[in-house]
């Protein structure tokens, strides 16, 4: 009954390679979100999502695109894969209604090697 | 653009005191202030909401208070336990996609 959920956990990858992290939310949620956390811990948003709209964090490299096949789905899609990637990724959704708060996932830890 | 502060960095307390944790943002046209809580190699976990038109909000040994005009809340725990060890992080929601900013993290540390 996880409300929200990523997978993998963990992932290691050489540098070049395309991988995906899969997203899923069972909260009834219209927006979903991703947030990079690096290594000194500060997140930052990388992508939200709703129905209606894409919103990218102009500082993300175009490699990065999300994937939603779904209200309840946001994948994450990474190609070219550098060194600079690895980190932990965190999934969230919300209420597009301003006075929601955030549901966040697990998180995925990406070490490039 | 929104930039959100916290402090300390750092805090290292004995058990049993109470303590305060600081989080100040730069633009006060918040919806509405969110405090976390990340265990090591952990995902976050949410404590407590507070919305714009609230003051504060308490659950339990934790009390969060929001003073908007001035840009600032503050999470206060009561009676801290070895177990309220973790990074604490606050984050404001606004403007354009709801998204919501991430303050630094203050890292707790509950001496037994």
């Known amino acids: 009954d996880t409300a929200v959920s990523q997978t993998p956990k963990y992932l290691v990858t050489q540098m070049g390679n395309d991988k995906s992290i899969k997203c899923e939310q069972n909260?009834?949620?219209?927006?979903m979100y991703w947030y990079k956390q690096d290594s000194k811990k500060f997140l930052k948003i990388m992508f939200s999502?709703?129905?209606?709209?894409?919103?990218i964090n102009e500082t993300v490299p175009n490699r990065f695109s999300p994937k939603s096949p779904d209200k309840a789905h946001l994948n994450l899609h990474i190609n070219s894969l550098e060194l600079g990637d690895s980190a932990v990724y965190f999934c969230?959704?919300?209420?597009?209604?301003?006075?929601?708060?955030?549901?966040f996932g697990s998180g995925t830890r990406l070490t490039v090697v | 653009k929104q930039e959100v502060t916290q402090i300390p960095a750092a805090l290292s307390v004995p058990e049993g005191e109470n303590l305060v944790l600081n989080c100040s943002f730069t633009?006060?046209?918040?919806?509405?202030l969110q405090w976390f809580r990340q265990d090591p190699g952990k995902g976050l976990t949410s404590l407590l909401l507070?919305?714009?038109?609230?003051r504060e909000q308490t659950s339990g040994r934790l009390n969060a208070s929001l003073d908007k005009s001035s840009g600032r809340s503050t999470l206060y725990i009561a009676a801290s336990q070895p177990g309220d060890s973790a990074t604490y992080l606050c984050?404001?929601?606004?403007?354009?996609?709801?998204?919501?900013?991430f303050g630094t993290g203050t890292s707790l540390t509950v001496i037994p």
């Open positions: 969230a959704s919300s209420q597009e209604a301003a006075n929601y708060g955030y549901t």
């Open positions: 909260l009834g949620h219209d927006t």
């Open positions: 999502y709703n129905n209606k709209e894409l919103i």
């Open positions: 633009d006060s046209a918040i919806y509405n």
């Open positions: 507070i919305q714009s038109s609230q």
């Open positions: 984050a404001v929601r606004r403007g354009t996609g709801n998204q919501f900013y």
